[in-house]
């Protein structure tokens, strides 16, 4: 059943990176659910490269993931360590991120992925054991003057 997931994960992702611009265009205008730009610094390049993630909010953290395991932003967020959220009028919070090891903190993360927009929290709650075995996920702590901001919750 995994390998299915991961086949069905892999089309899904190459089909939104074909709608990116159209994507784009509908969360600029009314927003699109918790999908929100993310900016990353790239591993290779160094150059700041924008992607659209869903912010999961629970227990008074930020979470973003990727539910079939690592993907180049991933890669990028883990090294780098940090990244930059812009919400929906342009304001920018620099965050640090933390990989979350297996346990009830990355569990709760992919619960929350119930918060993405149809038909997204539909897929990942059908796909929710895959996730658990699979999924890369990351707390993002707000940082305020240099360092992290204390986490309430």
Do not use: C
């Amino acid at each position: 059943m995994s390998a299915r997931w991961d086949l069905g994960f892999r089309a899904l992702y190459r089909l939104l990176r074909l709608l990116d611009p159209a994507i784009r265009t509908m969360r600029a205008g009314s927003g699109l659910g918790n999908v929100t730009e993310v900016r990353i610094r790239g591993r290779h390049t160094g150059r700041t490269r924008s992607t659209l993630l869903g912010l999961l909010h629970t227990d008074g953290g930020i979470y973003v993931g990727h539910p079939n395991g690592h993907a180049a932003w991933t890669r990028d967020l883990l090294e780098a360590g940090e990244a930059e959220i812009v919400a929906l009028g342009g304001e920018q919070m620099l965050v640090r991120a933390e990989l979350l090891p297996p346990g009830p903190e990355r569990k709760a993360a992919i619960e929350a992925t119930g918060q993405h927009p149809f038909p997204g929290n539909v897929i990942y709650r059908l796909a929710r054991r895959h996730i658990l075995e699979r999924g890369v996920y990351f707390r993002l702590e707000p940082v305020l003057d240099g360092a992290p901001q204390e986490r309430r919750g």
